[in-house]
C-alpha cells in the first residue's frame, strides 16, 4: 500500500497552554504496515501522540514528519494537503462524543466517503459495508448522540473506516466495549493490517496487545517513551510494566495465606484463585 516511512518523531516534546508538559522527547519511527501499541497508564501523553500524528497538534520542540514532509501548521493549514492527508490518515478519538456529531448513524457514516467525492451508489455501498462490518446496521436511522458508549464507538469506527485510511490511530478503541465487539474489533484490526494498513493503537488494555502489536512502545508517567520491543517480550518485563504503572502490586489473602503479586490495572479482578 505504501512503502517506507509513515511517522518520524525526533525528540518531540508538547506542551498544553498553562505549561502542562504531556510528551518529552519522544523518538518514534513508524513503518508502512505496521501494527504498533503505544502502552500507557492515564495521563501518560498517549492522546497526545496521536492527536500530533494526526495533524491535530503540533510538536512544542523537536520535528514530526509523516510521509517524509514536516507535520507542521503550515502546511495542514493547506486545504489540498490537508484533505488528502486526511485521506490517507485516520484518527479514531478516544472520547466519541468529541468525534459524533450528524443526525443519524448513516449521515455519520456517510461523511467521510461524500467528503471523498464518491458517487451516491458508493457511499451507499461504503455505509453498508461498514454497517455490517461493525454489526450496526439496525442503529442507522438513531441519532448518535443517544447511544450508548460501545455503540457510539463503533459509529465512529464506521466513520473513521469508511475512508479507508492508509493509516489507522486508534485511541482506546476497547474502551466501554462488551467482550464480543472487543474480539470483533481485534479481529479487525489484523485483517486490515492483513490488508497492508498501517494500525497504531492506544491502549492499556494488556489483554489485546498481543493479538494486535507487532512492535509496542511504553510511556511512562513523565510522559516519556521508556521501552520499545515485541509484545511478548514488553508484556514479561513486570519491572517495566510496574514501573510504567500498567500492572499494580498488592498484598491480599489465598484463605489464611497473605502476600503480594502483580495484577493489571484495568480488569476487575477477584481474589478467589
Ligand atoms: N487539553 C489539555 N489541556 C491541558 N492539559 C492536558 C490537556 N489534555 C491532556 N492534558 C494533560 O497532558 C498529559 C497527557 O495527557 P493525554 O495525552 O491525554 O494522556 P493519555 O492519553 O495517555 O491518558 C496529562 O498530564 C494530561 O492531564
Ligand atoms: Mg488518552
Known sequence: MN???????????????GGVVALRGVDLTVHAGEKLVILGANGSGKSTLLKILDGLYFASAGTARAFGASLDERLLADDAY??????RVG?????????L??????????FGPLQLGLSQAEVKARVEEMLALLDIRRLAER???RLSAGEKKKVCLASVLAIRPEVLLMDEPTAGLDPRSRGMLVEFIRRLNAEGHTVLTATHDLDIVEDIADRVVVFDEEKRLVAAGGPS???ADEALLLRANLVHAHPHRHGSVEHAHLHRHFQAHDHQH
Open 82 to 87: 490537508a484533505f488528502a492527508f486526511r485521506r
Open 101 to 110: 456529531f450528524s443526525a443519524s448513524v448513516w449521515d455519520e457514516v456517510a
Open 3 to 17: 512503502d517506507g516511512l509513515v511517522f518520524e518523531l525526533r525528540n518531540v516534546s508538547y506542551t498544553y497552554g
Open 143 to 145: 441519532p448518535p448522540y
Open 91 to 99: 484518527l479514531v478519538f478516544q472520547d466519541s462524543d468529541v468525534q
Open 233 to 235: 517480550e514488553v508484556l
